[in-house]
Nanobody
């Protein structure tokens, strides 16, 4: 089982940027597909971005495409989410997730599988 710890959240004005990090420990990090999800108050958790084992394949939700960038460093057991041009609707708790289901599109967006961190709050003011 992999353990995940997110960091880097905070308060930023609309149009600003934040960079999130997720540190992993436990089983071999490079064997996991990694993803970022978010959950806004009163809403269900939703998919944000995913990255394959080596980083060669990346998939974004339409709502963040062109603004967010996911990356990973397998040598550091870490995955990152660079968020630019932030909007108030990006306000949420952001979670990273690790899964061994492979690069399977339907599974990438699922919120009921995988290992999860405790989340980090991102607040974007207007």
């Amino acid at each position: 089982q992999v353990q995940l710890v997110e960091s880097g959240g905070g308060l930023v004005q609309a149009g600003g940027s934040l960079s999130l990090s997720c540190a992993a420990s436990g089983r071999t990090f490079s064997s996991y597909v990694m993803g970022w999800f978010r959950q806004a108050p009163g809403k269900e958790r939703e998919f944000v971005a995913a990255i394959s084992y080596s980083g060669g394949r990346i998939y974004y939700a339409d709502s963040v495409k062109g603004r967010f960038t996911i990356s990973r460093d397998n040598a550091k057991n870490a995955v990152y989410l660079q968020m630019n041009s932030l909007k108030p609707e990006d306000t949420a708790v952001y979670y990273c997730s690790a899964r061994t289901t492979g690069w399977n599109m339907p599974d990438l967006r699922r919120t009921d599988i995988g290992s999860w961190g405790q989340g980090t709050q991102v607040t974007v003011s207007s």
